[in-house]
């Protein structure tokens, strides 16, 4: 329909076009604006199934992430742990050597 349209009017704008296609929608008979009704319908339903499915998804990859994100961040704070306690260990040792001069 639109094609049509805008064959007919090369000059009109995308605005133009939806008012003069809006126009002859409003026109149409109630039998004629049925057929667009179930079509809009079953476009609605289509809709509604995919974007539940995109959802999913992305509820899902959402979730995965978040399960490799945590399994990352307990990495990090092992090894800042680990780092941590190793530093640690290192100034301990010398505190000790300092010990040791100090009483010859």
Do not use: C
């Not at 009017?9 to 057929?35: Q, V, Y």
């Not at 079953?42 to 199934?49: N, T, V």
């Amino acid at each position: 329909a639109r094609a049509k349209v805008k064959e007919r009017n090369p000059d009109a704008t995308f605005g133009e076009l939806g008012k003069i296609l809006g126009k002859k929608f409003k026109n149409l008979s109630s039998k004629e604006r049925r057929i667009w009704d179930k079509k809009a319908a079953a476009d609605k339903e289509r809709y509604e199934r995919e974007i539940k499915e995109y959802n999913n998804r992305m509820e899902s990859t959402s979730e995965e992430e978040s399960g490799a994100e945590s399994e990352v961040e307990s990495e990090v704070e092992s090894a800042v742990e680990v780092q941590s306690s190793s530093e640690a260990g290192d100034e301990t040792e010398g505190d000790e050597s300092e010990v040791e001069s100090d009483s010859d």
